[in-house]
């Protein structure tokens, strides 16, 4: 089934495709963003690392069936790539993503957390999914928290700044329609 197109408010989710990439190099090699990546993330970042994180890694686990990737972009400027958001069907790490600074702050990520997560759970039909994030970063922490998750298990995992506290957050589909009015499908 190929990823479509999700649309909010005020923004465009569109999938991810190989030509994102040059947008990508120039938004997510900034330290506020990569340091609470993980470990295996290159920093500094290379002049080709979106090309290569894009052709070799994105692109490839979407045609496996295992990897659902956006870019966001604002309604108002959709040629404009603002971040990235993903969803993962891999064990503890279903769902990740990144803002450019300059787009922080203002709601965005939250607004396409909630799209994705929904198609995550409605669309998609997945039981439960769950998200890990350093324990320092509290401004994801307020995305998970508004969003109806709760912290399920506190671990030690290496980050692009150091071995930091790590959490993995956690809300099932019955949970999660139930705080949007929505019936589980069976």
């Known amino acids: 089934m190929p990823i479509p197109t999700l649309h909010t408010e005020r923004l465009l989710l569109k999938p991810l495709e190989a030509g994102d990439a040059p947008q990508i190099q120039q938004r997510y090699p900034h330290w506020e963003i990569v340091r609470y990546m993980v470990s295996s993330v290159p920093w500094p970042y290379p002049d080709n690392g979106a090309e290569q994180y894009v052709n070799n890694v994105a692109l490839p686990d979407i045609a496996k069936g295992i990897a659902w990737f956006w870019t966001l972009r604002q309604r108002a400027a959709v040629d404009n790539l603002m ?10 790490n279903n769902r990740g993503f990144w803002l450019a600074p300059e787009y922080q702050r203002q709601g965005y990520m939250r607004e396409a957390s909630l799209a994705v997560t929904d198609y995550w759970f409605n669309t998609l039909n997945k039981p439960v999914l769950r998200a890990p994030k350093a324990a320092v970063n509290q401004r994801s922490q307020r995305i998970s928290e508004q969003s109806g998750m709760r912290r399920i ?16 957050w956690e809300i099932t589909r019955d949970e999660w329609n139930a705080r949007h009015g929505k019936r589980t499908r069976v």
């Open 153 to 168: 298990r506190t671990e030690k995992k290496a980050y692009v700044s150091g071995v930091l506290d790590s959490e993995v």
């Open 83 to 92: 971040g990235l958001i993903c969803l993962y069907d891999v064990e503890d």
